[in-house]
Every structure is written in C-alpha cells, then in structure tokens.
C-alpha cells in the first residue's frame, strides 16, 4: 500500500505542474473533485473501472462517455493514463495529494470547521481570517455541523486540530488540575 501512496504523489505532482504551466490549478481541483464524487456516487461505475478483470478498452470508453468535454484535457488524459497502467484504483488519493501540494504552493490550506450548530458566512469568514493570521496561509473552510459539540468549535487544518470546544477546555482544566494535585 505504501507503495501505491508514492505512486500517487508522483502522479499528483506532476498533474499539478501540467496544471500549474496551463494556469489550471484551481479548475483541475475542482474537477478531480468532481469525478471522485460522481465515481463515489455511481459505487457500480466505481467497481467497474477498478475492476481489474475488465478490459482497458472498455474502461477508457465508459469514461470517455462520461467525462470527456466534461472536465479539462488535463483530467481527461491523466483519467486514461489511470486506465493505460492500471492504477485506477489510487485516484481518490491522487486528489488528496493534488490538493496538498497546490495548496502549498499557493499559500492556501483546507481546513473543516466543527461546530454545534450552522454557521453564518460572516462567522466562516471571521474564522478564515483568524486562522489565516495564525498560519501564515489563506484558508478555504468548510463548516460541518457535529451535534457531539456541546459548544465552541474545533477547526482541522491538516493534521492539526485546533480545539476551542467546551469539551477540548473542560479535559484542558480537568488535566491542569490532575497534574497540580500530583505536584
């Protein structure tokens, strides 16, 4: 496995500079996006074109009837190179890493906010700046509602959790004490 996720950064890499010297960045984001969900949706479609048994003609010609004139030429031909060498199945972590290294090179980080209830765009925008200022980076958020939160919010940016929920600062207190009564 650890195999495939090198294999799928190299093929994120180089999609990103095609990308990068056509001024797609963005666009072949989103596209790549696109196709992962329609392939998530359509779980069929998805087992067919991973299906190893299925000849590579008739992969390539399912997705040239789905995606071609859909997406750009870049996803396109990197969707039939998949086919061309077997690799369809590495596709949803090709995005991951696409999205990693274009944020990075553009300055931009993902992050997932978790809150009680619905944020407002104002409140999304606040936090965006907020975090921005704390990374250096220019955030794009998501806001996902999680019921478990009894109030605050928790924000993911990567692999770090920023925890400003009332139950992040509760265990914060709760551990400050156990560790000044060991004291």
């Avoid at 495939?4 to 990103?16: E, G, I, M, Q, T």
């Avoid at 859909?70 to 369809?88: A, C, G, H, Y």
Wanted: hydrophobic fraction near 40%.
């Amino acid at each position: 496995m650890s195999r495939d996720l090198n294999v799928a950064k190299r093929y994120a890499k180089a999609l990103f500079e095609v990308a990068q010297e056509r001024n797609l960045v963005s666009q072949v984001e989103g596209e790549l996006r696109a196709v992962v969900e329609a392939l998530q949706s359509a779980s069929d479609l998805q087992r067919l074109i991973q299906h190893p048994g299925i000849d590579i003609g008739v992969k390539k010609g399912l997705l040239k009837q789905i995606f071609e004139g859909k997406v750009s030429d870049v996803v396109f031909n990197t969707l039939q190179l998949l086919v061309d060498r077997r690799r369809e199945d590495i596709l949803n972590v090709l995005v991951l890493y696409y999205v990693e290294i274009a944020n990075e090179a553009l300055g931009q980080a993902s992050a997932v906010v978790y809150s009680p209830f619905e944020l407002s765009d104002a409140e999304l925008t606040q936090i965006k700046e907020r975090f921005g200022q704390l990374t250096g980076k220019s955030i794009r958020a998501t806001s996902v509602v999680d019921k478990t939160l009894l109030g605050g919010i928790k924000v993911r940016i990567g692999d770090r959790l920023y925890d400003g929920s009332l139950s992040g600062k509760l265990q914060r207190i709760q551990k400050a004490l156990n560790q000044s009564q060991a004291l």
